[in-house]
């Protein structure tokens, strides 16, 4: 045979090999019946061929054949040549089998951002398929596609040129519906060159990731939980140690005091205890694993936003449970919950700063698309998560201090208006009722058992008010009330520091405030409790007074009252003590009262013990109301500071027209007892208390420690 003829027939044959055609006809892929495959995932395979006249150029007739066989009954997709993120700037076919009126449907369709596919006609592109078919096999569960497109279809607008190179290919199908408006349930992303018709055998298809976040924040949470209860019952119960002063009562430094400056801010980080620095670093890093795993779990070109989205999950999560009132925080480190609001205080700041970086991250990333942030049609519904967010900025800028205490009720409000919404909105934002409700779940229930409790034992069990005294000299309302015994149940004794919310209609329709028990007896099924409230001139605490003047002890009994409690614990056991020193600041008396009264006469050992009462109050005329406080007793050493009166006694207990110097006396005290640790409990206004703080870290030394809790009746 002459070598020209050979020539030919080898010729024609490779021609013909290329110009093989699939067999769109049939509705299913055949084996060999395409010259490549990569397998996408492991029940996802895209197949084509692609069919050129002349290999080193496109022309306008070449043609590419694509099948995409899947195990769904719902709707698959690719996107090809996607530029850095798989929504980004794809080539889109999305598509589903019409078992009903056994047709196979694939759209054109394009992804300028992060949106659903758009119909290549909606944005003034031009449909491109030029065949479809396809299948869905019952047995199987198979979704066979396939169709076909030129290689370059001229549409500049809304289609890709099939290039000789490699290229970014998206994928992703939905195995419960055909909507193709409904979010994709698997994704993934790979490279490919569709001219190289080599069978693609390891595609980057992304691995399920072990969720390691959740197993460390399992371990964290069993760690503290065991350590807290331990915890709480060695501290309560044995003499303290170095090593746990250093830990959980030495403060970071000494408090400042300069409003203008923000002193209320700055001492917050002051105030700081080397455990609770300790748990910072501990939630930090538990964020940074939640942070990793919403990086690793979403390659997609979003990843660095996503992955601070992940960090609020776990925010929100714990940005609820410190103000629980019948806290999880008492149960497991017994930190009452008006303690527990510094650290929901700290969470919500970081959640807002978290949350503004995932916004201004997203937005970066979106930048080729920022309409899609707005839109309500697509899988994420961006907008909600920016509602949200700004809903959290309208919360946090009315708890800053000025704010929170001027208008208090203010402060409330907004907390309820804005805070229901966030958690919803939250929820629907990027599936967050797959991601962030199962976990943040855990303390919406917390939370709904709490409210509970406060339901049932607060506002079904009722309280009433025995007796209801004005004293005008001193601007304290006395108010006595009887509850049955059953809602008083606790871990520990009233006069530790307990607290109630009363609640009386006839006073407000809508508050509940917290008052201190200053003084309790306990009869039987009944306890008869007090609170002394000061009249603060306005608000509650003046209707308070003003319904005391005019209904005086009569028809009290008859006054609907509620009374949720009580909270409250203190963070240093005086039991632990053989010196302990009692330090009141005005209406703080009634916290003050309520303790001396309790080790007075309810602690072993009380009249081996050392105590010092220091009392600063502005006249005598609150002095008369707590009468238990001026009896003299051989172990107490009373010191009471009356500052703006300047009598002259002969009882050397009083000292007239000058404030103590805390520091001084808490040196003398050292200097007079050898004690290790001895216990400090004080209450009143702020500034006192910063006082006292710092006095507490200049008395302490090497041979005798401070331990202090200290009360400013804010929250
Ligand atoms: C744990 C605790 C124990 C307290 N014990 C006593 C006590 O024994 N005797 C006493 O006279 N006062 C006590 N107070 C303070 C008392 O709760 C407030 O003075 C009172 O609620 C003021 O309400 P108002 O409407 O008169 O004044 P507002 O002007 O409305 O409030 C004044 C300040 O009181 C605080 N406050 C108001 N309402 C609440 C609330 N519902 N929850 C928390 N704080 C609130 C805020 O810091 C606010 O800035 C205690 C506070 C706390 C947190």
Redesign the pocket.
């Known amino acids: 045979m002459k070598v020209s003829v050979i020539f030919t027939i080898l010729i024609v044959t490779i021609s013909l090999s290329l110009f093989v055609y699939a067999d769109i006809q049939s509705p299913t892929v055949k084996e060999g019946e395409y010259k490549a495959s990569v397998p996408l995932q492991n029940d996802f395979t895209m197949y084509w061929t692609i069919h050129q006249k002349d290999a080193n150029t496109i022309e306008v007739d070449d043609i590419i054949e694509f099948a995409l066989v899947g195990k769904t009954s719902g709707w698959i997709a690719i996107g090809v040549d996607f530029v850095n993120s798989a929504m980004n700037q794809a080539d889109c076919y999305i598509g589903y089998y019409d078992v009903e009126n056994k047709t196979a449907v694939v759209v054109d369709a394009y992804l300028p951002g992060k949106s659903i596919p758009k119909d290549d006609r909606v944005l003034n592109g031009t449909d491109n398929i030029l065949e479809v078919n396809g299948s869905f096999d019952i047995t199987t569960g198979l979704t066979t596609l396939k169709f076909t497109r030129f290689i370059d279809t001229e549409d500049r607008l809304t289609d890709k040129v099939i290039r000789n190179a490699t290229i970014n290919l998206s994928f992703s199908w939905n195995t419960n519906t055909k909507d193709i408006t409904k979010k994709h349930t698997d994704a993934g992303t790979t490279t490919v060159n569709l001219f190289d018709l080599v069978h693609h055998e390891n595609p980057t298809v992304p691995d399920t990731l072990i969720p390691f976040h959740w197993i460390a924040t399992g371990c964290v949470v069993a760690f503290l939980a065991v350590a807290g209860i331990v915890y709480s019952f060695v501290s309560w119960k044995s003499p303290s140690t170095f090593a746990l002063d250093f830990v959980f009562h030495r403060k970071l430094s000494k408090l400042i005091r300069n409003k203008y400056l923000g002193d209320w801010f700055i001492n917050s980080i002051l105030d700081i205890t080397i455990g609770e620095i300790f748990l910072v670093i501990i939630y930090l890093m538990l964020a940074g694993t939640w942070f990793a795993y919403g990086y690793l779990n979403n390659m997609d070109g979003y990843e660095l936003g996503k992955a601070f989205g992940y960090v609020d999950i776990l925010n929100m999560t714990f940005l609820i449970l410190p103000i629980t009132r019948y806290s999880v925080l008492m149960v497991v480190f017994g930190v009452s919950f ?1 303690r527990g609001v510094k650290f929901h205080k700290w969470i919500a700041r970081f959640t807002l700063l978290n949350t503004t970086v995932h916004g201004v991250t997203m937005v970066i990333l979106n930048a080729d698309g920022l309409d899609y942030l707005i839109q309500m049609d697509v899988p994420d519904f961006q907008l909600l998560g920016i509602i949200a967010y700004f809903c959290m900025v309208i919360i946090v800028a009315f708890t800053f201090e000025p704010i ?3 208008f ?2 203010l402060f ?1 409000t907004v907390h309820l208006l804005f805070g229901i919404p966030v958690l919803i909105l939250v929820n629907l934002h990027a599936s967050g009722y797959k991601t962030m409700l199962p976990v943040m779940g855990f303390s919406l229930v917390l939370y709904a058992i709490d409210h509970l409790l406060r339901f049932v034992l607060g506002v079904l069990i009722p309280a009433k008010i025995v007796n209801l005294e004005y004293h005008e000299d001193s601007g ?1 309302t006395v108010c006595t009330l009887q509850k049955s015994a059953i809602t008083f149940y606790s871990f520990d004794r009233l006069g530790y520091g307990k ?1 109630v ?1 009363l609640y009386i209609p006839s006073v407000s329709i809508a ?6 028990i ?1 003084k309790y007896t306990h009869s039987g099924s009944v306890v008869e409790f007090t ?4 009249n ?1 001139g ?5 209707s308070l007074a003003d319904l005391a003047q005019k209904k005086g002890n009569s028809y009290v009994t008859d006054l609907v009252v509620r009374a949720e409690g009580p909270y ?1 614990k203190l963070s240093v056991s005086p039991e632990t003590f053989d010196t302990v020193v009692l330090i009141a600041g005005g ?1 703080g008396i ?2 003050i009262n309520s303790l001396y009264n309790e080790i007075i006469s309810n602690q072993e050992n009380a009249s081996k013990k050392s105590y010092y009462v220091i009392w600063s109050t502005k006249d005598e005329s609150l002095l008369k109301i707590f009468p238990e406080m001026l009896e003299k007793k051989e172990n107490v050493k009373h010191s009471f500071f009356v500052t703006r009166q300047t009598n002259q006694t002969n009882d050397p207990r009083f000292n007239f027209g000058r404030r103590p110097d805390f520091r001084e006396i808490l040196t003398r005290i050292s200097e007079a007892n050898s004690d290790r640790f001895i216990g400090v409990y004080a209450c009143g206004p702020r500034e006192m208390m910063i006082d006292v703080h710092n006095a507490v870290q200049c008395a302490s030394s090497f041979h005798t420690r401070f331990q202090l809790h200290k ?1 400013v ?3």
């Open positions: 008006e929170r205490r001027r208090w009720e409330k304290v607290f919310y508050q509940w405030h917290p008052f201190s200053s609170c002394c409230v000061k603060l306005h608000g509650w605490t003046k409250g209406i009634t916290f009360e009746f804010e929250m």
